[in-house]
């Protein structure tokens, strides 16, 4: 058989091997490359990961500062405007026992004056009552006065009357015509 069956693959075989071993040898020098290249990246992606998370927990841990400052602040105004209110409506509590008390003040001083003036009233009326019951008495009196007056009057007049002192003589008689 011929030798060159032989003799040209093993030759190729050879330069294959040859061939291949250079090229997993490239393969390698390239894999490692891009193996770097790619651990350059990932720690650079990490890095950049990295401080991005640190920018995004700083910016976070900031915007809960804020919100808390703000609900802090928020907080406070309702506190003061609680307390505000609160006071006003002490005051307006104050003012109104005040006007209650200067009411109820005035209430006892016109109950006073109505007190006052139904005694004044009630002794009016009494001694109005009394000086028309005097004058009545009066009245009577003088009545009964000018009936005893007259009763006397009529007695004194009857013993008159039947007195003889009193009895006027006779008239004289008429003189004659002439």
């Known amino acids: 058989m011929n030798k060159s069956y032989l003799i040209v693959p093993i030759i190729l075989l ?8 250079g090229a997993t040898k490239e393969m390698a020098v390239k894999a490692a490359k891009q193996q770097a ?22 910016d976070a841990k900031k915007r809960q500062e804020e919100r808390e400052a703000t609900d802090r602040a928020k907080e406070e105004k309702k506190v003061r405007e609680y307390q505000e209110v609160l006071k006003a409506l002490r005051d307006e509590s ?25 005694t004044n009233k009630e002794t009016l009326n009494r001694e109005s009552f009394d ?22 009057i009529d007695l004194l007049g009857r013993k008159l009357s039947d007195s003889k002192i009193v009895v006027p003589p006779a008239p004289p008689p008429l003189a004659a015509a002439k």
Do not use: C, H, P, W
């Open 94 to 118: 104050a003012k109104y026992s005040a006007e209650a008390d200067k009411l109820s003040k005035e209430s006892a001083d016109l109950e006073l004056q109505i007190a006052q003036a139904r």
């Open 14 to 21: 050879a330069v294959f091997g040859f061939l291949y071993n």
């Open 131 to 152: 000086l028309a019951k005097a004058v009545e008495l009066a009245k009577i009196n003088r009545r009964n006065a000018e009936l005893e007056i007259q009763r006397m």
């Open 37 to 58: 290249t790619a651990d350059a990246r990932k720690a650079e992606d990490k890095k950049r990961k990295d401080e991005i998370e640190a920018r995004a927990t700083a």
